[in-house]
């Protein structure tokens, strides 16, 4: 399909309408489409303003064939969350109808039978149904072959006039933005090499300096390729292209995968994790170790002990507000005192690809509720936003306000005055935090125009990850439910004592590290994975499973456990159930991603996953108390039909009734569902002491 008519029949679409999606009973509203650009404005179901730029409907128009029904998120490898607004606008456009097969619905392209622009009808004729396979996006590439023009000299100008021109080629299909891109990927390395100014090149091409920021975004891919990231590379004119190093995800990392796979899905669902155990157990290095396999070159260090992407920061039991963590203004000194986790934040901002990773260490020899307040309420604001150019970013509160970025002096100020003048970007905030003087290490330093810090403050950034090490024992503080409630917990009880002597080394760097794009959060609401999740949106069924409309759906499958917590203060409420479905969501991905077929029998088995690994993390760490806690009233007893035993003879608490509904496993998955394991062992102790609860 050509990317002209797509748009024209988008273009025939009545503005300010509400449209109907294909698989729920949610709306959204087409505003209008600008053909200039083009650019498709909308609205999302809960009112938040949507655009869909030209070089997503490039690549739709590019791989949508006649009479073959598709799926928007299989035709688009799950690229963006554009899928179901879009898929929701082009259906109601007239040549396009909805296509059942079985119980999955598709939309398809059916030019000769047009209908009435605004209406979503469905198309039953089979006799014009092609079964051809829809052509996906490749995900990855193995090699791409470009000349590499480093080595030849252009001046600013003649940049300038290639980019007008490349421009100008764009605007007969309405991919300029696309051309823009090229022309940074094609020319960055001589822009870098040269040290040419991006914004003097687009001034002399004459078109809107708004392009620049397109510009470095080819430039930054150009960098990439440089380095030859995701199994891509630049041809140097002589070498055979079998011969160009590929560097796609290697054995090592797919090994940190595989070691700790049961992190991943928990720091993609929320960035905070707390390690708990006996002391000993390598709650520490497992931080230090994530840190090490995800630390690009740049920030690694000579002496292959310190990862420039991890922070230790060591917890004093005589911490009992914020300013330990964040600092605080000083009277005395007129300006804001900087702490290294409030510094370390600033670094992540800086290389917005790679993973940070923070050790809170013995994170509760103080009071954890008192002097992480603030970052435990910044953390429940973190919201997904689209930027201009279509990208989804996580943002949040302020941590630090934007007046102490402001009062910094200049840039390098040291005996000698050197460096820049006053603070202007982030960057430059960056150098003055670490008091990076020297003109060579101030050259090292990512490029960054950004200036969020001075416009609105410190918030969090997207690459960070605290993970806090836990002991339970006379020497430190319990933890509050509101602390429980915002972490996810992990509980570590070490392995064999044999593996001390194990050769291997795991505090090493990795050819081939991990980046965001391995720990990256897609969804952050529960909302987000039912518009969002490729899995859900392509099934119906899917659908009503996770929004309890079906018997013993998701929501239902919790209500059973509180129905087990009822009558003490551990009942869990939105927040549970929002990580519940997020963690699904998650695994649905992962799932999908080893091309596994995603059908509801798959959906929950991987539910009672989640459901196990949310007992664990989210709802026993938050249980204890004594026999008259858990005991179960005579009114329970009988509705349930519960006998006054368990099976071994000890009084049937709520714990044995949590037991039950927790999913349960056989001899040969025992690694596979743990909670139940969890809950014999705080019911052994409860009848043992008379006391119970999770930690050790």
Same mark, same amino acid.
């Given at each position: &399909?050509?990317?002209?008519?797509?748009? /024209?029949?988008?273009?025939?679409?009545?503005?300010?309408?509400?449209?109907?999606?294909?698989?729920?009973? /949610?709306?959204?509203?087409?505003?209008?489409?600008?053909?200039?650009?083009?650019?498709?404005?909308?609205?999302?179901?809960?009112?938040?303003?949507?655009?869909?730029?030209?070089?997503?409907?490039?690549?739709?128009?590019?791989?949508?064939?006649?009479?073959?029904?598709?799926?928007?998120?299989? #035709?688009?490898?799950?690229?963006?969350? %554009?899928?179901?607004?879009?898929?929701?606008?082009?259906?109601?456009?007239?040549?396009?109808?909805?296509?059942?097969?079985?119980?999955?619905?598709?939309?398809?392209?059916?030019?000769?039978?047009?209908?009435?622009?605004?209406?979503?009808?469905?198309?039953?004729?089979?006799?014009?149904?092609?079964?051809?396979?829809?052509?996906?996006?490749? *995900?990855?590439?193995?090699?791409?072959?470009?000349?590499?023009?480093?080595?030849?000299?252009?001046?600013?100008?003649?940049?300038?006039?290639?980019?007008?021109?490349?421009?100008?080629?764009?605007?007969?299909?309405?991919?300029?933005?696309?051309?823009?891109?090229?022309?940074?990927?094609?020319?960055?390395?001589?822009?870098?090499?040269?040290?040419?100014?991006?914004?003097?090149?687009?001034?002399?091409?004459?078109?809107?300096?708004?392009?620049?920021?397109?510009?470095?975004?080819?430039?930054?891919?150009?960098?990439?390729?440089?380095?030859?990231?995701?199994?891509?590379?630049?041809?140097?004119?002589?070498?055979?292209?079998?011969?160009?190093?590929?560097?796609?995800?290697?054995?090592?990392?797919?090994?940190?995968?595989?070691?700790?796979?049961?992190?991943?899905?928990?720091?993609?669902?929320?960035?905070?994790?707390? #390690?708990?155990?006996?002391?000993?157990?390598?709650?520490?290095?497992?931080?230090?170790?994530?840190?090490?396999?995800?630390?690009?070159?740049?920030?690694?260090?000579?002496?292959?002990?310190?990862?420039?992407?991890?922070?230790?920061?060591?917890?004093?039991? %005589?911490?009992?507000?914020?300013?330990?963590?964040?600092?605080?203004?000083?009277?005395?000194?007129?300006?804001?005192?900087?702490?290294?986790?409030?510094?370390?934040?600033?670094?992540?901002?800086?290389?917005?690809?790679?993973?940070?990773?923070?050790?809170?260490?013995?994170?509760?020899?103080?009071?954890?509720?008192?002097?992480?307040?603030?970052?435990?309420?910044? =953390?429940? $604001?973190?919201?997904?936003?689209?930027?201009?150019?279509?990208?989804?970013?996580?943002?949040?509160?302020?941590?630090?306000?934007?007046?102490?970025?402001?009062?910094?002096?200049?840039?390098?100020?040291?005996?000698?005055?050197?460096?820049?003048? $006053?603070?202007?970007?982030?960057?430059?905030?960056?150098?003055?935090?670490?008091?990076?003087?020297?003109?060579?290490?101030?050259?090292?330093?990512?490029? %960054?125009?950004?200036?969020?810090? =001075?416009?609105?403050?410190?918030?969090?950034?997207?690459?960070?990850?605290?993970?806090?090490?836990?002991?339970?024992?006379?020497?430190?503080?319990?933890?509050?439910?509101?602390?429980?409630?915002?972490?996810?917990?992990?509980?570590?009880?070490?392995?064999?004592?044999?593996?001390?002597?194990?050769?291997?080394?795991?505090?090493?760097?990795?050819?081939?590290?991990?980046? &965001?794009?391995?720990?990256?959060?897609?969804?952050?609401?529960?909302?987000?994975?039912?518009?969002?999740?490729?899995?859900?949106?392509?099934?119906?069924?899917?659908?009503?499973?996770? *929004?309890?409309?079906?018997?013993?759906?998701?929501?239902?499958?919790?209500?059973?456990?509180?129905?087990?917590? +009822?009558?003490?203060?551990?009942?869990?409420?939105?927040?549970?159930?929002?990580?519940?479905?997020?963690?699904?969501?998650?695994?649905?991905?992962?799932?999908?991603?080893?091309?596994?077929?995603?059908? =509801?029998?798959?959906?929950?088995?991987?539910?009672?996953?989640?459901?196990?690994?949310?007992?664990?993390?989210?709802?026993?760490?938050?249980?204890?108390?004594?026999?008259?806690?858990?005991?179960?009233?005579?009114?329970?007893?009988?509705?349930?039909?519960?006998?006054?035993?368990?099976?071994?003879?000890?009084?049937?608490?709520?714990?044995?009734?949590?037991?039950?509904?927790?999913?349960?496993?056989?001899?040969? %998955?025992?690694?596979?569902?743990?909670?139940?394991?969890?809950?014999?062992?705080?019911?052994? +102790?409860?009848?043992?002491?008379?006391?119970?609860?999770?930690?050790?």
């Amino acid at each position: &399909m050509k990317l002209q008519h797509l748009i /024209e029949l988008i273009n025939e679409l009545k503005p300010n309408t509400y449209f109907k999606y294909i698989r729920s009973d /949610e709306k959204c509203e087409y505003i209008k489409i600008d053909m200039n650009e083009p650019r498709v404005y909308s609205k999302t179901p809960d009112g938040k303003d949507h655009s869909i730029a030209d070089t997503y409907l490039q690549l739709l128009a590019d791989r949508i064939e006649e009479n073959v029904p598709f799926n928007i998120s299989q #035709l688009m490898n799950n690229s963006g969350s %554009n899928r179901p607004i879009i898929e929701t606008i082009i259906a109601h456009t007239k040549e396009f109808y909805w296509y059942q097969n079985g119980r999955a619905k598709y939309v398809v392209w059916i030019p000769t039978h047009p209908h009435t622009p605004g209406e979503l009808d469905e198309w039953t004729d089979e006799s014009l149904i092609k079964n051809t396979p829809v052509r996906p996006i490749v *995900k990855s590439i193995d090699e791409l072959i470009i000349n590499n023009l480093a080595k030849q000299t252009f001046s600013e100008q003649e940049l300038g006039d290639i980019l007008k021109d490349m421009y100008a080629e764009g605007n007969a299909e309405h991919s300029q933005a696309s051309n823009v891109h090229l022309f940074g990927l094609k020319y960055g390395q001589i822009i870098r090499a040269n040290k040419l100014s991006t914004k003097a090149i687009v001034k002399r091409s004459g078109i809107s300096d708004n392009y620049a920021i397109e510009v470095n975004k080819g430039i930054k891919l150009s960098e990439l390729i440089a380095q030859k990231a995701f199994g891509m590379a630049f041809w140097d004119g002589k070498s055979k292209v079998k011969n160009i190093t590929k560097s796609t995800k290697g054995s090592s990392t797919n090994s940190v995968l595989s070691d700790y796979s049961f992190f991943f899905p928990t720091l993609r669902t929320k960035p905070f994790m707390l #390690l708990a155990g006996i002391s000993g157990t390598g709650k520490s290095r497992i931080v230090r170790k994530l840190a090490f396999k995800s630390c690009p070159k740049e920030l690694q260090d000579k002496d292959g002990t310190e990862p420039g992407n991890y922070c230790m920061i060591e917890v004093k039991p %005589n911490w009992h507000d914020s300013t330990e963590l964040l600092g605080y203004w000083s009277n005395l000194n007129k300006r804001y005192m900087f702490t290294k986790f409030a510094k370390f934040l600033v670094k992540a901002k800086m290389y917005p690809k790679v993973p940070f990773f923070i050790c809170l260490d013995e994170m509760n020899l103080a009071p954890v509720e008192q002097y992480l307040a603030e970052f435990l309420s910044v =953390l429940e $604001t973190r919201k997904s936003v689209e930027e201009e150019d279509g990208s989804i970013v996580i943002k949040s509160g302020v941590l630090i306000d934007k007046e102490y970025f402001r009062s910094i002096g200049k840039v390098g100020k040291g005996d000698k005055e050197q460096g820049f003048a $006053t603070c202007k970007n982030d960057r430059d905030i960056y150098m003055k935090l670490f008091d990076i003087v020297d003109e060579e290490e101030m050259k090292a330093v990512p490029q %960054n125009e950004e200036t969020s810090l =001075l416009d609105t403050g410190l918030s969090l950034p997207e690459n960070i990850f605290v993970i806090g090490t836990v002991n339970m024992d006379d020497t430190t503080h319990q933890f509050s439910r509101k602390v429980i409630d915002r972490a996810m917990t992990i509980e570590m009880n070490g392995g064999a004592l044999t593996d001390i002597f194990s050769d291997k080394d795991d505090l090493t760097y990795t050819e081939n590290p991990l980046t &965001m794009d391995d720990l990256h959060a897609e969804y952050i609401s529960a909302k987000e994975v039912i518009s969002n999740c490729s899995s859900v949106i392509g099934s119906e069924d899917i659908l009503k499973y996770i *929004k309890g409309e079906m018997e013993n759906g998701l929501p239902q499958r919790l209500e059973e456990i509180n129905k087990a917590l +009822r009558g003490t203060p551990f009942t869990v409420s939105y927040r549970v159930m929002n990580e519940l479905t997020i963690y699904l969501a998650v695994l649905l991905d992962k799932a999908e991603e080893d091309g596994q077929e995603i059908s =509801l029998e798959v959906c929950k088995q991987l539910a009672n996953t989640a459901i196990d690994k949310i007992l664990l993390m989210k709802i026993l760490p938050r249980v204890e108390g004594d026999d008259e806690m858990f005991r179960i009233s005579e009114k329970e007893r009988t509705a349930n039909g519960f006998s006054d035993q368990a099976d071994d003879g000890h009084e049937f608490t709520k714990l044995d009734w949590l037991r039950q509904i927790a999913p349960q496993h056989t001899e040969d %998955n025992k690694d596979s569902y743990m909670a139940v394991d969890k809950l014999s062992e705080m019911i052994e +102790r409860l009848n043992r002491q008379s006391f119970t609860r999770f930690w050790p």
